[in-house]
């Protein structure tokens, strides 16, 4: 064998033998998220969302765009040490984009703009940026902040989400 020959079966053996980068950072078309925020026995906040990815928007070497629709509830709880305050329980759905980046990044975009009302709670959900954490598990932090309604202005509270789903096999199991 000739060293050309030797280096021209190299190459194609290199350029054969990769995986592809782009199917690496996909992500399932149904996972759950939850965000929990808590500060001693004062402010609770949790968020149980279910996400359904509808369609595969952007698909480029370094990231993939999916655009679909989430549901859940939304729970935020400030009293004060004598036990008046505010407590508030919410069933939301609505649109979302995702985005999984090469470098493990994830973000959940919600369709919107921060409302004119200025209502910090809803606002602060509009973006959850975060990192993958495994095959089956992507998280960040983000912080609870007030609903800007009645008693509820102050008490921002830092927490964490977390996205997960079940990876499956190629039989299903």
């Known amino acids: 064998m000739t060293k050309s020959t030797l280096l021209a079966t190299a190459l194609l053996a290199l350029g054969c033998g990769g995986t592809d980068p782009v199917t690496e950072v996909s ?15 004062t402010l609770d906040c949790r968020l149980a969302y279910e996400y359904r990815i509808d369609s595969e928007t952007v698909r480029t070497d370094d ?9 859940g509830e939304a729970f935020r709880s400030h009293l004060q040490t004598d036990g008046s305050g505010e407590q508030f329980w919410a069933d939301v759905a609505g649109a979302f984009r995702a985005v999984r980046f090469a470098n493990d990044s994830v973000e959940l ?21 975060g990192r993958m954490l495994g095959t089956s598990r992507a998280g ?17 509270v830092a927490g964490t989400w977390e996205m997960s789903w079940t990876v499956t096999t190629a039989s299903g199991r």
């Not at 992500?27 to 026995?41: E, I, K, M, Q, V």
């Not at 990231?63 to 549901?71: A, I, K, L, N, Q």
């Not at 409302?115 to 709670?121: G, K, L, V």
């Not at 932090?141 to 202005?153: A, G, I």
């Open 63 to 71: 990231r993939v765009e999916y655009v679909g629709t989430y549901g």
């Open 109 to 129: 975009r919600y369709d919107g703009q921060p409302s004119d009302e200025h209502y910090r709670f809803w606002d602060a959900q509009l973006l959850f940026a």
């Open 27 to 41: 992500l399932p078309f149904r996972f759950d998220f939850t965000a929990t925020a808590t500060s001693g026995d």
């Open 140 to 156: 960040g932090v983000w912080s609870c902040e007030p609903l800007d309604v009645r008693s509820d202005t102050t008490g921002i």
